[in-house]
């Protein structure tokens, strides 16, 4: 891999990548538990738990486990109970890592078209982005909900070089998580990875990604635009 990779458009992660929204996810998780009557958890359990969506989410405070699946009838309770409670609790604690939005203006200073690709449903993605003021510095947002799939299928990232009209071999995505290599991977996109965010409990440095990266604002001195 030679640096600086020549690049069209950069996509970023949102939980663990942008923003640390674990404390408010966490928050919401133990109302929802408590309404159930159910113990609650430490933040860095539910921390654990944060990457492949909110029901993957509720599943797993529910269950204690990674791949945990619930009684049918106690998910369809505690789903409106989370979303109702994480409404409430959306940008209370959460804020931008450090260096967040320095490389967001490094990025839009250097041409680069961006795109922010979570699997957060867009009824909390849009308003979390709004309230952190972070919403205007993308071209286009892809939800967890905005296609038939999410990360780790390509699809998300794919359908991002389509609307930006560019080849996945022309993107970069910058995220946290197994689920962004290898959605990355599976587009035949560049990928770098920062080693503070939310990866299921693995460590980053296992995975496989161009770069590891301390912040957003250093991965904007590993690309330059391409014409």
Known sequence: MHFPLPIKAVMIDLDGTLLDTAPDLATAANMMLKELGKAELPLETIQSYIGKGIEKLVKRSLT?????????????????????????????DTRAYPGVREGLNALRAGGFRLACVTNKAEAFTLPLLRAAELLDYFDI???????PKKKPDPMPLLHA??????????????????????????AGSHVFCVP????????????????????LYEATKLIQKSS
């Open 64 to 92: 204690g486990d990674l791949d945990g699946e619930p009684d049918t009838d106690l998910l369809q309770r505690a789903m409106p109970l989370y979303e109702r409670s994480y409404e409430k609790t959306l940008y209370v």
């Open 141 to 147: 947002v892809v939800s967890g909900d905005s296609l």
């Open 161 to 186: 070089c389509e609307r930006f009209e560019i080849e996945p071999h022309d993107m970069l995505l910058v995220g946290d998580s197994l689920n962004d290599a290898q959605a990355a991977r599976a």
């Open 196 to 215: 503070y965010g939310y990866n299921e409990g693995r460590d980053v440095y296992e995975l496989d990604c161009d770069a590891i990266v301390p912040s």
